[in-house]
């Protein structure tokens, strides 16, 4: 059999192998720096880099430390939003670092980078965490049974009423939520719509018994009733939780108690 040869006029259309457009584009991330060791104050610092915009956030601001500024700090660990905690502010709007991607965020302007508000900034884009998981705590995020010994066999549940409490399992504690509502900004002794998620998750599960003391701690005065149903909560979410929706539903069960 002959061996096809291609045309000229075909092969002159045809990059040669190697030549072909680049896919990377100049980008400039401007990243609010702070370093107690340093200053006391927070600066802003600008990193152009050469990358993919098919690529992440997360992934620029790994070029910036391994190959620029090794003294960039940040929190990551799965990359791929699941552990929630590359929570970050990121041209101005909470989201995760490793599910925003270049091109969606007009790299033909600066990315802002800098952390999430409302919890101590540490270091650089590392805050600390301590008073989120406080409240976390606080709402007793277990499964409470009345039972003193290990059950004999599964707890049954059925489908009608897993799907009660489906959404608020979602929560991966990325205080997404959490640093975008204005009441956590102004006292963080409000417990926050994280917390109060990870509470309606038992709350309203069958077989949970102590859905009426989460609710008397919800009940407190920096509980549910400080949320002003702003909606920044369920924008932020990363995992598409309804968050305004299920602290609205625990409001609902403390004047009803009904859950």
Same mark, same amino acid.
């Given at each position: 059999?002959?061996?096809?040869?291609?045309?000229?006029?075909?092969?002159?259309?045809?990059?040669?192998?190697?030549?072909?457009?680049?896919?990377?584009?100049?980008?400039?991330?401007?990243?609010?720096?702070?370093?107690?060791?340093?200053?006391?104050?927070?600066?802003?610092?600008?990193?152009?880099?050469?990358?993919?915009?098919?690529?992440?956030?997360?992934?620029?601001?790994?070029?910036?430390?391994?190959?620029?500024?090794?003294?960039?700090?940040?929190?990551?660990?799965?990359?791929?939003?699941?552990?929630?905690?590359?929570?970050?502010?990121?041209?101005?709007?909470?989201?995760?670092?490793?599910?925003?991607?270049?091109?969606?965020?007009?790299?033909?302007?600066?990315?802002?980078?800098?952390?999430?508000?409302?919890?101590?900034?540490?270091?650089?884009?590392?805050?600390?965490?301590?008073?989120?998981?406080?409240?976390?705590?606080?709402?007793?995020?277990?499964?409470?049974?009345?039972?003193?010994?290990?059950?004999?066999?599964?707890?049954?549940?059925?489908? /009608?009423?897993?799907?009660?409490? +489906?959404?608020?399992?979602? *929560?991966?504690?990325?205080?997404? &939520? =959490?640093?975008? @509502? $204005?009441?956590?900004?102004?006292?963080?002794?409000?417990?926050?719509?994280?917390?109060?998620?990870?509470?309606?998750?038992?709350?309203?599960?069958?077989?949970?018994?102590?859905?009426?003391?989460?609710? /008397?701690?919800?009940?407190?005065? +920096?509980?549910?009733?400080? *949320?002003?149903?702003?909606?920044? &909560? =369920?924008?932020? @979410? $990363?995992?598409?939780?309804?968050?305004?929706?299920?602290?609205?539903?625990?409001?609902?069960?403390?004047?009803?108690?009904?859950?």
């Amino acid at each position: 059999m002959a061996t096809p040869v291609l045309d000229k006029d075909e092969a002159a259309g045809r990059p040669e192998p190697g030549f072909a457009d680049s896919p990377y584009i100049t980008v400039t991330f401007r990243i609010r720096r702070f370093n107690p060791e340093v200053s006391a104050e927070a600066v802003w610092e600008d990193f152009q880099l050469e990358i993919d915009p098919k690529e992440r956030v997360l992934d620029g601001l790994h070029k910036i430390k391994w190959d620029v500024d090794g003294t960039l700090t940040f929190r990551r660990s799965c990359a791929h939003g699941i552990c929630g905690s590359d929570a970050m502010r990121i041209n101005g709007k909470n989201r995760l670092a490793c599910k925003t991607l270049i091109k969606d965020i007009n790299p033909e302007k600066p990315i802002t980078v800098e952390p999430i508000k409302g919890l101590t900034v540490l270091k650089d884009l590392v805050v600390d965490m301590e008073p989120f998981f406080q409240a976390y705590r606080d709402v007793m995020p277990f499964l409470v049974t009345k039972e003193t010994n290990e059950p004999t066999r599964e707890r049954l549940q059925s489908a /009608e009423d897993r799907e009660r409490f +489906d959404d608020t399992t979602k *929560c991966i504690l990325c205080a997404a &939520c =959490t640093s975008s @509502c $204005p009441v956590f900004w102004n006292d963080g002794q409000y417990f926050g719509p994280a917390a109060i998620v990870n509470a309606h998750r038992f709350i309203f599960d069958s077989r949970d018994e102590a859905g009426e003391q989460r609710l /008397e701690i919800l009940n407190d005065r +920096d509980g549910v009733w400080r *949320c002003r149903t702003t909606f920044n &909560c =369920t924008d932020a @979410c $990363p995992r598409g939780i309804e968050v305004t929706k299920a602290i609205q539903e625990v409001k609902r069960a403390l004047i009803t108690r009904r859950y």
